[in-house]
């Protein structure tokens, strides 16, 4: 157990649909960092926030936003969703030190868009 | 930008046999290093990593990797495995040029699979 929770743990919804995903990092991690794990596209980081601010983008499409809330919890929201946004979306934490910067994943929530 | 690479799609072993993962990396900056491990249904596990120092990093549940800079190779070894060695395993890098705002690089994954 990586003390980083995430739900729903599933996930099934209709194209054209939003939906929300939640994460708790570990108690005392400020940063958090969403990732999107696909078959035609492996793993890809999306997004991360570090104590309630955006601080890097990576292949994050329009239709998905990220925020990071004062309990230092976060949401992925993806809107107008189509078939290949079917994934696995991870969350991760870390502490943001100089030489402990290992991120600690959660068990991901799965998406399909039928 | 960094990339990775990982040769083997998949590796077959049976069990108690040595096994090497291979990974690759192609940055312009110095980097940090990190192999993860999926096991079937689960989110992504630290094994090791290198951030500086010895070479030679040892992780959990047996398994060492080497950072050889001068090949941008961070293979990873485990002398003998076991059949809960099945999982997917993940070379990562992350640009040392923007320590604490890392943004993790993965390669396409090695699946690791252990037969009796």
């Known amino acids: 157990d990586s003390g980083v929770t995430q739900t729903p743990k599933h996930l099934i919804t209709a194209t054209g649909q939003r939906v929300t995903l939640r994460c708790s990092p570990r108690?005392?991690?400020?940063?958090v960092y969403w990732y999107q794990q696909s078959l035609d596209q492996g793993l890809q980081f999306l997004i991360q926030?570090?104590?309630?601010?955006?601080?890097a983008k990576g292949n994050i499409l329009e239709r998905f936003s990220a925020q990071q809330f004062p309990d230092l919890h976060s949401e992925l929201n993806l809107s107008s969703l189509e078939l290949g946004d079917s994934a696995l979306y991870f969350c991760?934490?870390?502490?943001?030190?100089?030489?402990?910067?290992?991120?600690?994943f959660g068990p991901g929530t799965r998406l399909t868009v039928l | 930008a960094q990339s990775v690479t990982q040769l083997d799609s998949q590796v077959p072993v049976f069990e108690e046999a040595p096994v090497e993962l291979r990974c690759n990396y192609s940055?312009?900056?110095?980097?940090?290093l990190f192999w993860y491990v999926q096991y079937p249904n689960q989110g992504l596990q630290l094994l090791l990593k290198?951030?500086?120092?010895?070479?030679l990093v040892k992780g959990i549940n047996g398994f060492e990797a080497e950072f050889n800079k001068s090949q941008t190779s961070f293979h990873l070894r485990k002398p003998s495995v076991h059949i809960s060695d099945t999982a997917e395993y993940f070379c990562?890098?992350?640009?040392?040029?923007?320590?604490?705002?890392?943004?993790?690089?993965f390669g396409t994954g090695t699946r690791l699979l252990v037969s009796p």
């Open positions: 991760a934490s870390s502490v943001v030190t100089s030489f402990t910067d290992t991120q600690y």
């Open positions: 940055s312009s900056v110095s980097v940090y």
């Open positions: 990562a890098v992350s640009d040392k040029k923007n320590t604490g705002f890392q943004k993790l690089v």
């Open positions: 926030y570090y104590n309630g601010e955006e601080r």
């Open positions: 290198y951030l500086s120092g010895s070479t």
């Open positions: 108690s005392g991690d400020l940063s």
